[in-house]
């Protein structure tokens, strides 16, 4: 366990050091919806912190927290602490995540390539993962004002819960933030399976983002697939430190 924390220690030091960011995180530290990663990543000049709650159902939860920051132009490094709440049993371990983009961010109307890997460990929860993605704006950018922005994606994922062991597996992803009044956003996504047996995973949620301004926060509901059927509630917090 102490060396799940000095690798999660790292990863934030590591984001620290570089230039950050000023975008929403998902669950496991990188640039994206609330359960999958998005074709961005983090601005200069900053490193973006964020605190996760997730009910997973069936009596579990998972709380983490993340942080994301620029490495040279097109890389993104991200990490984090996770608890893992099963039952009555409490567990802690580590989340890792790099992304590249393919694609320069010289003119925000093109569409945006990403690919990256990530895991996650937390003794009875374990994933590793890769990812490409592509994000484009859909509609016309004007200056002070977001157009509606689509994500599409394929993963990769292997995970392991509570000792069930599951195959590798494709699936794929898209997902949409619409904006509406001046600082908040719908955000939705849907995938494909990630386990065998489990349930197409998505989230529906309210984003909080004012411009130019640190602090953002989501709420809403996902179902990760995994562990219930059911939707169940999920609430971020994250602040931009340092720009």
């Not at 984090?80 to 049993?89: K, M």
């Not at 590249?100 to 003119?107: P, Q, S, V």
């Not at 709420?219 to 939707?231: E, N, V, Y």
Request: glycine share 14%.
């Amino acid at each position: 366990m102490k060396n799940c924390f000095k690798l999660a220690l790292a990863a934030f030091a590591v984001a620290t050091i570089s230039t950050g960011a000023r975008a929403d995180l998902n669950a496991f530290g990188e640039v994206g919806l609330p359960i999958n990663p998005t074709a961005q990543i983090p601005e200069e000049g900053g490193i973006r912190v964020q605190g996760n709650y997730f009910d997973l159902g069936s009596d579990s939860k998972l709380y983490g927290l993340t942080a994301a920051g620029r490495v040279a132009d097109n890389f993104e490094i991200s990490g984090g602490v996770h608890r893992f709440d099963i039952v009555n049993n409490k567990e802690t371990g580590f989340t890792l995540g790099a992304k590249y983009l393919i694609t320069k961010e010289t003119d925000p109307a093109k569409v945006r390539f990403a690919v990256g890997a990530g895991l996650l460990d937390v003794d009875d929860l374990s994933s590793q993962r890769v990812y490409g993605v592509a994000t484009k704006y859909l509609g016309k950018v004007t200056e002070g004002k977001a157009p509606i922005t689509g994500h599409l994606g394929l993963r990769y994922d292997r995970v392991k819960v509570s000792g069930f062991d599951s195959d590798s597996k494709v699936s794929g992803f898209v997902g949409v933030e619409v904006p509406f009044a001046d600082a908040f956003n719908v955000v939705g996504e849907y995938g494909t399976k990630v386990v065998d047996g489990g349930k197409a995973p998505y989230s529906i949620s309210l984003r909080y983002r004012q411009k130019d301004q640190p602090i953002g926060a989501s709420i809403g509901f996902q179902r990760f697939g995994i562990l219930s059927s059911d939707a169940k509630l999920f609430a971020q917090v994250g602040y931009t430190f340092g720009k």
